[in-house]
């Protein structure tokens, strides 16, 4: 079975990844379960498309956002679809919090980007709680790959802050990464292209912000050569990130267009070039930040730190920068989340890529025995710990705690989690997805699992405590049809 994500090769110089608009579901980060949140009343953020390609505008100078993809464009374009309307997020800090500023739908998270396709090169090294490989677990599975193999937080004791040990969840392997948060601009730093000036993001209007969305991977900050920035080592220069909803699709497409040299960074101002200077308060792009990780990385070789965390950064010793320069061959993963409506609770995450087949709770070979297996024993270990022997492992601490053997997402390891692993869609367990599950999910249509645990938590597909319309949306898409005579 497939994870349901396809990445889709338009051209040499633009890569698309889609991701099944029917997986959106809440992840739950708070102390203690119960702050406030409302899906009815700010939109979970749906991750639709991704696509990385290299960007020619037609006028960089009037609007950098027309124009097509070409391998020889000199400027990468990102752009994420989000299903529904979303407006740019407001401040999350517990001092100035105001998610809701710019509308009720705002959305969060991060774009990560790996360049060189390097696992052992760039990362978190402060806060990786907040990243794909911190929080991927909670969607009931791990993903596969070299990229996370050893590196996905299983559980919350993986946030130990100890860069030598496993799982090294800092070592994601990003250079830089699209952080979507509040405090990236201000009210004065938007431009309203369409739509009125109340400063509410509203269905069909565009705005370019401009703002320092785009951001080298902050593990490479004590060890840079870089100046300018907000602190020693930072690069993340102003650019420009374009939140815009169509009225016809109903999505809401965000596109950030960077630079990937510095005479395409002078040519959206009519200036002439400068040469690399470590520098992003001038000139900045992609191949300034590659080179000054290269020299960086040739000085910490000469003279090195003695701190374990400089690995991050000397797999650049050596590396020009020219060879990294292809957005498509970029390797990149997301974590796309919503605000809470109370400060001092971070984010409920809700849609990730690349996705990951619930149940696959050992990251090998799809879902097999073996992950039923592991849960069953998981269970058999744990079931006493708060106190009680009842067939199931309670998390303490969660939802900050969490498992990945807990594939609902519900705080309990227990037999309904076995199920999961084993049904995936295949709710009388004949071998097959076909109408008779379909009949099944019907009959549970309204469950919630908060209402007690029963049967129809095996219809509840994408696992997000209730039997609802995309769950029908799941079954469409895994039904097989009947087998046998």
Known sequence: MGSGHAAVADSPAVITYRDPSYDVVARRTDAGGTAEFDPQAHRLANLHEITLGRWAPFNP???????????????????VVLGGLHNPPGNTDPLAFSPFVYGDHPVYGFIEIDVDNDQETGGELDAPQYRYLGNIARFGGIPEGDAFEHRVAKSGSAFDGVFGTMPWVERHGEEFHLALLGDQFSAEDIEIVTGDADFTFEAGETWNIAGTWFHRAHGFERYSLAMGGAVPGEYAPVCMLRFAHDLASDVTTLSLIFPLTNAAA???????????????????????????????????????TGEP??????????????????????????????????????????????NVLRGNVNGENGVTYDDADEVTDYIASHDAVD?????????AGFPVEFDNHDLNHDGAVDTLDIWL??????????????????????????????????????????????VS??????????ATGPVGP
């Open 61 to 79: 100078q009037t609007d950098r956002f027309a124009g097509e993809y070409a391998s020889g464009g000199g400027y990468a374009r990102l752009e």
């Open 469 to 478: 319309l995309p769950d029908f949306e799941w079954w469409r898409n895994m």
């Open 309 to 354: 965390e400089e690995a991050i950064i000397l797999g650049w010793d050596g590396r020009g920068p020219g060879g990294y320069l292809q957005p498509a061959a970029w390797r990149v993963t997301a974590l796309l989340g919503i605000s809470y409506a109370v400060p001092g609770y971070g984010f409920v995450w809700t849609d990730a890529w690349p």
């Open 421 to 466: 692993v084993s049904t995936v869609g295949d709710l009388d367990a004949d071998s097959d997805v076909d109408l008779a599950d379909f009949g099944g999910i019907q009959l549970c249509a309204g469950w919630i699992a908060a209402a007690g645990a029963t049967s129809c938590g095996l219809a509840d597909l994408n696992a997000d405590g209730t």
């Open 266 to 304: 002078a040519a959206l101002t009519g200036v002439n070039p400068q040469s690399n200077n470590h520098d992003p308060s001038d000139q900045a792009s992609i191949n300034e930040a590659l080179q000054d990780l290269s020299a960086s990385a040739n000085f910490i070789s000469m003279f090195p």
């Open 387 to 395: 106190g009680a022997h009842d067939g199931q492992a309670v998390i």
